[in-house]
């Protein structure tokens, strides 16, 4: 049986916006998980996540393993999946010497290179609709002037510039793209995290943090992290979603992710968001994945071997959409502010691409014209409906 996709999108349209209205929202889980995700998610499909910190200047970790996980591993708070503390250490001491720390990075990321419109442009180029910049990795490193982050911060030290704000000022010059960030709960050395009262963390700077930025940053999408150490209770998630779907500045179309607690993630909150996955999920979901295979932050070590193809990328995102999901593809800039010229290939290939078959397809229907998708989307039969709008544009 067929059924018609404008009789469908008339059917989502009014249960959603019904579901829309049911609000206000308790600050519990039952109450927050029964709020819609907005619709401009489910449309947009593809997003930018952008992995640019402290982090980016050493850019260095064995093949296989999260180079902007470096401070973790080069003090042994965390063991790397690949090469081991010891090799962080060897290199470290190597290229920077045994009494250099970490905060010293911080005089180095000057970002000079760094333009915003040329960034937003090969995003643009590659077809997508929302960008994630991380505004706060695990490090604590923030991108925009946080109160809570003294000298700790893009503007205080290093770039010397509120590159948050260049960014998504940016991307809303863009019709139809939309401001998101990404922003980490806890931070891995933090005092008043790893004191006796964790909790005056949350109280003193995690939560003013989130509420400067939603106030301030607007986003249309919120991609937290960094929440698996302890509950959602302890980060007071519920009472700030609640805050956040009800009363916030962005109430309307904000759209937020599973990561708020221990236990949350793939269970409560908003998009799931498995990460270098190929699961997928009758609920709303996001593969959150690199360009580079086996790192978000830009590695130096990575061989070109080991940066996904344009075509392997293009399926990976057929495979998304074919499912419900979207993707959030990662690229890592450099310090110095300029995105690596392999990357900026694969995108710029990635949108071409999408062109080209939005094009050939516009003039056949779907079920007759499957070779013009690659050959791990051709078996999505029941799927050709979420493909065929996505080529629609």
Request: charged content about 20%; overall charge negative.
């Amino acid at each position: 049986m067929r059924i018609s996709l404008a009789f469908t999108a008339a059917v989502v349209v009014c249960f959603g916006s019904q579901a829309q209205a049911d609000g206000p929202y308790k600050p519990t889980w039952d109450s927050l998980d029964k709020r819609p995700t907005p619709e401009w998610f489910d449309d947009a499909k593809f997003g930018i996540f952008i992995h640019w910190g402290v982090y980016s200047v050493p850019s260095w970790a064995p093949v296989g393993t999260y180079a902007e996980w470096y401070w973790a591993y080069l003090t042994g708070f965390a063991s790397p999946p690949t090469g081991s503390v010891e090799a962080f250490q060897a290199f470290h001491n190597k290229t920077y010497g045994p009494d250099f720390k970490y905060a010293d990075f911080a005089r180095m990321f000057h970002a000079e290179l760094f333009d915003p419109k040329q960034w937003v442009d090969v995003f643009e180029a590659s077809g997508a609709k929302y960008i994630v910049p991380t505004s706060k990795h695990h490090e604590g490193f923030t991108l925009w002037k946080s109160a809570q982050s003294w000298n700790w911060n893009a503007v205080e030290i290093g770039p010397h510039r509120d590159l948050l704000k260049e960014l998504l000022d940016e991307v809303d010059t863009r019709p139809g793209m939309r401001r998101a960030f990404y922003y980490s709960l806890y931070e891995w050395f933090h005092p008043l995290y790893r004191s006796e009262h964790p909790h005056d963390y949350v109280d003193q700077v995690m939560l003013p943090q989130m509420y400067d930025l939603i106030n301030n940053y607007r986003p249309h999408y919120l991609v937290t992290d960094g929440e698996w150490e302890k509950p959602s209770s302890f980060w007071n998630s519920t009472e700030f979603v609640a805050w956040l779907f009800n009363e916030s500045p962005v109430k309307d179309d904000i759209v937020i992710n599973d990561r708020w607690g221990s236990d949350t993630r793939m269970k409560h909150g908003g998009v799931y968001t498995p990460e270098y996955s190929t699961k997928t999920f009758e609920h709303k979901w996001e593969e959150m994945s690199g360009i580079d295979v086996h790192s978000f932050g830009l590695n130096r070590q990575t061989p070109a071997s080991a940066y996904t193809s344009v075509d392997g990328l293009l399926q990976l995102l057929l495979h998304c959409v074919a499912y419900g999901g979207n993707l959030l593809l990662d690229v890592g800039p450099a310090a110095d502010g300029t995105l690596p010229p392999i990357m900026q290939d694969r995108l710029l290939g990635m949108g071409a691409a999408q062109g080209q078959r939005r094009s050939r397809l516009q003039h056949h229907p779907l079920d007759d014209q499957r070779s013009v998708l690659p050959r791990r989307c051709r078996r999505f039969r029941c799927s050709n409906a979420r493909l065929q709008r996505y080529w629609a544009g």
